[in-house]
């Protein structure tokens, strides 16, 4: 019979979590599953898509995630668990792997505490932003630009432009391999930006605040561009880009 335990859970959800990444399309367009060798036995891991583990752009625990708990945490991180998992054939791999009653039980303490934050600054902005009346609109028409424009329109179409540019050039750094992990990171974080946008959209987007995130992820690229770009170098930018864009979701 199958041991029912936690590492017989983390294996056959890893299995499932590879599978998965390779399997659908959209999601292998950004990432990768590869394998390699390791002492008497074989590894995987996951990798942005078109980047080698020998690529020097490649850093572990930044865009690359060896092993079953790093490959679980960092798809729980990026919601590709949770949307497998809700699946007729996520439902059979977590009975499967004896979880069905406690899903995230092979998910580490420490990317369930990150993501449990997030989710509480999320419900507490919900609780700040002030109810529409009546008389409001999505957005505010009593300030309007020269044009009879309301500014906030005019604001979102600034900002989705930026957005759109830095993102399409980011993409373009990619497919060049130039900065190959810095662009995927910017691919991440430009996509979270517009993700972003449009569920604010309406409510509550604090254009300052964005201004000055992407302001902050430029920054932290140009100085590693200006670093000598050693192992170092890459470690600490990469981090601090990986965490900002984390923060943002």
Same mark, same amino acid.
């Given at each position: 019979?199958?041991?029912?335990? +936690?590492?017989?859970?983390?294996?056959?959800?890893?299995?499932?979590?590879?599978?998965?990444?390779? /399997?659908?399309?959209?999601? /292998?367009?950004?990432?990768?599953?590869?394998?390699?060798?390791? $002492?008497?036995r074989?590894?995987?891991?996951?990798?942005?898509?078109g980047?080698?583990?020998k690529?020097p752009?490649?850093?572990?625990?930044?865009?690359?995630?060896? $092993?079953?708990?790093? +490959?679980?945490?960092?798809?729980?991180? /990026?919601?590709?668990?949770?949307?497998?998992?809700?699946?007729?054939d $996520?439902?059979?791999?977590?009975?499967?792997?004896?979880?069905?009653?406690?899903?995230?039980?092979?998910?580490?303490?420490?990317?369930?505490?990150?993501?449990?934050?997030?989710?509480?600054?999320?419900?507490?902005d919900?609780?700040?932003?002030?109810?529409?009346?009546?008389t409001?609109?999505?957005?505010?028409?009593?300030k309007?630009?020269?044009?009879?424009?309301?500014n906030?329109?005019?604001?979102?179409?600034?900002l989705?432009?930026?957005?759109?540019?830095?993102?399409?050039?980011?993409?373009?750094?990619?497919?060049?391999?130039?900065?190959?992990?810095?662009?995927e990171?910017?691919?991440?974080?430009?996509?979270?930006?517009?993700?972003?946008?449009?569920?604010?959209?309406?409510s509550?987007?604090?254009? $300052?605040?964005?201004?000055?995130?992407?302001?902050?992820?430029?920054?932290?690229?140009?100085?590693?561009?200006?670093?000598? /770009?050693?192992a170092?170098d890459?470690?600490?930018?990469?981090?601090?880009?990986?965490?900002?864009?984390?923060?943002l979701?």
């Amino acid at each position: 019979s199958r041991p029912n335990n +936690i590492e017989h859970a983390k294996k056959w959800m890893t299995n499932f979590m590879c599978a998965t990444i390779v /399997r659908q399309t959209e999601i /292998r367009k950004t990432l990768s599953v590869k394998c390699m060798r390791r $002492g008497c036995r074989d590894e995987w891991y996951i990798i942005p898509t078109g980047l080698t583990r020998k690529d020097p752009a490649a850093v572990e625990g930044v865009n690359m995630f060896t $092993g079953e708990q790093a +490959i679980l945490d960092e798809c729980f991180r /990026r919601g590709i668990y949770q949307q497998s998992i809700d699946a007729e054939d $996520g439902i059979d791999a977590l009975k499967k792997a004896g979880i069905q009653n406690d899903p995230y039980a092979v998910i580490s303490k420490s990317a369930l505490d990150s993501s449990k934050k997030k989710q509480d600054v999320r419900v507490k902005d919900l609780r700040e932003e002030p109810q529409s009346t009546a008389t409001d609109t999505a957005f505010s028409r009593d300030k309007s630009s020269t044009d009879g424009t309301p500014n906030d329109l005019v604001k979102l179409a600034d900002l989705h432009k930026i957005v759109c540019t830095k993102l399409s050039e980011a993409k373009s750094r990619a497919k060049s391999n130039a900065l190959n992990a810095f662009a995927e990171l910017g691919i991440e974080f430009y996509e979270t930006l517009h993700s972003l946008m449009a569920r604010k959209i309406g409510s509550a987007i604090d254009f $300052g605040k964005m201004y000055q995130s992407i302001e902050f992820f430029e920054r932290i690229i140009s100085q590693y561009i200006a670093s000598e /770009r050693n192992a170092n170098d890459k470690i600490i930018c990469g981090v601090i880009l990986q965490q900002h864009r984390r923060d943002l979701e």
